[in-house]
């Protein structure tokens, strides 16, 4: 008697823990099949989709078991049945962005029966893996001796990475592409380049490619999983802030990973206890009262699981601290996101504009370290995103054309003030669209104004902001006619109620509607006001700078304007 009330009281603290753990197994089993079919839909199909096209997939598929009245879990607890907390948080100390869309590419490596083919780009996959293995090998596509790297990696069982593929992969290597494999002398085996090698249950293989667009062979497709890893907001944000971070504390790297390694040491030592338990309570035979040994290591058990519970806790605390530091620096993070998103949007005017990750990275890089400092954050990351901004401005505007100089001010202007909420996206949207429609309504002052400008501004009547506008136009005739023919229209007040009523951008969409021979002239207004004079003045030639961005593999191409 005196043996059970002191294992009861051993394990109170206990009690809930053991509830709620019995409730999630309940709920798992409940949703096995649900998750099954879910699961197994999302290594099939969805593996190649972007971010967003996954999760419509996901919401469909859900309706669908909806529908068939089939019971299924949420996202987090489909993948906790695969990966536990301690792998994920592994991953993310390795470089990969703790996000749901990178942690589901984790999961397809981990899950699909495949070898994985990664649409990597900008190699943040790439470096993920190299951090993750303790002994990889690296092979290039055209490497000569790729046939014999890898049938030393596949008897010794050494992780292989081929990159750069393409549209080829050699056809030596078909048979360990598909996984066929069979057994010789009660040892599994496979024919690569027409030998037979005995395979290592510990190889792995991945490849991958800096392609950005999933058109691969039917070979590829049918043999290999192909995993989107092209980059997202969320991973860029990560990538950059960890840039900063360790650039500007350098402690804090160190005090991370510690707690990142004493949580992960202490829940391992938490989780073997539980399950030493369960094994106790399912092992011991007769009455476990009775058997004091049994009782005595319950009870060591419940003593470990307190002080791991404790240490938990500890660690936990530091992580907080540590994370409210590095939330410290999101802002600077997510403005040099906004940069770049908006530097590879230029590919777009021409496609020799293509600008990679880590090429920016060492932008990024330059500022952090050349730009000025302040004790007071606030202060520090507002030099920092002046001087990384403008740094961006001008190494990007010497590689372009004379031509594409001007848009790229512009759209780098219009990106920011969207970034700050100063813009909506839509405002952008009716800047630069042009209406060939006609509105049905009849000009009013159809001898100095064209149908075509008409048109334009009928359109804006569907806008909330210039509702009311083809009466007034029609009821103050005169006031529109000396914007239509003033020499510096954007000088002129708009006469009320819309100088009160439009903002700065909105009154450049009118004027731009009425004067589009003064685009140019607004334009460098308007980026002069939101951006700064010295985004649109000619930038001077810095040859010291730019020999300061070459090196022995970094040489410097000099490109003639097109006539």
Known sequence: MGRGIEIVETFAEEKEWWIQEKEKQDYYLECMLGDILLVSAMVLYLPSLPNYARDESMIKFGEILKEKEIQ?????????????????KKWEQFGLPNNDFYIFNGLLITICPRWPLLVDPEQQAANWIRNLEDELLLVDVSDEDIIQKVKNSVELGIPTMISNV?????SHLDNLIKKTFFVEDNVPCVMIGGESVKYNKNFKLYFTSKKDRIDFPSRFQSHLTIINFVLVSAGLQDHLLRIVVSKERPDLKQKKEAAMKQYCEATKLLEENRAKVLNILLQTEGNILENESAVESLKECQHNISDHLLKIKKVKGHQEKIEEINVGYSPIAKHASVLFETVHKLSSLNHM???SLLWFSNLYGYSIENSNKSKLL????????????????????????????????????????IYKQKLRPTDFHILMEDVNEESGNPN?????????????????????????IIEDFSTHIANWKMIHEAKEPDDLPLHEPWHSRLSKFFRLVVIKILRPDKMTELLDTFISENLGYKFVEPLHFDLGRILADTGPRIPMIFLLDPP
């Not at 299924?72 to 994920?88: C, K, Q």
């Not at 393409?166 to 050699?170: M, N, S, T």
């Open 378 to 417: 606030q202060k520090r990351l507002r030099y920092l995103s002046d001087h990384l901004t403008f740094n961006c401005f001008q190494q990007i505007s010497r590689s372009l054309y004379h031509k594409d100089k001007r848009t790229f001010s512009f759209m780098l202007c219009i990106d920011l003030m």
């Open 72 to 88: 299924f879990s949420n996202a987090d607890s489909r993948v906790s049945l695969f990966l536990s907390e301690i792998l994920m």
């Open 353 to 355: 504009y293509r600008y």
């Open 166 to 170: 393409e549209d080829k992969i050699d």
């Open 444 to 468: 009013p002052a159809s001898k100095w104004l064209s149908d075509a400008i008409w048109n334009n501004i009928c359109a804006l009547e569907k806008i909330e902001d210039y509702q009311g």
